[in-house]
């Protein structure tokens, strides 16, 4: 399945040590994804859909997912 790269509004915490904990996803209007868990912070390329960034290792509704920090910028991997 191809996919393509979506830019996506995040609402952020701030850490006291200035680590970014993301709380919920903004997919699109009227689907926002609460963030259950992070469970892994890395630097990474993103094969599939290009850039390089922080990755986010995310649990969401159960599921396993990445959410990539870009630049200043979130992203998610978007089925096409």
Same mark, same amino acid.
């Given at each position: ?17 200035? $680590? ?12 926002? &994804? ?13 094969? $599939? ?6 990755? &986010? ?8 997912? &990445? ?14």
């Amino acid at each position: 399945m191809e996919r393509r790269k979506k830019y996506v509004p995040v609402i952020v915490r701030f850490e006291a040590e200035g $680590r970014l904990r993301p709380l919920v996803i903004e997919f699109d209007e009227g689907h926002r &994804y609460p963030v259950d868990r992070v469970l892994d912070v890395r630097r990474a390329a993103c094969e $599939r859909v290009g850039g390089v960034g922080d990755r &986010y290792t995310c649990r969401i509704q159960g599921q396993e997912s &990445y959410l990539w920090f870009e630049k200043g910028r979130w992203f998610v991997e978007e089925k096409a």
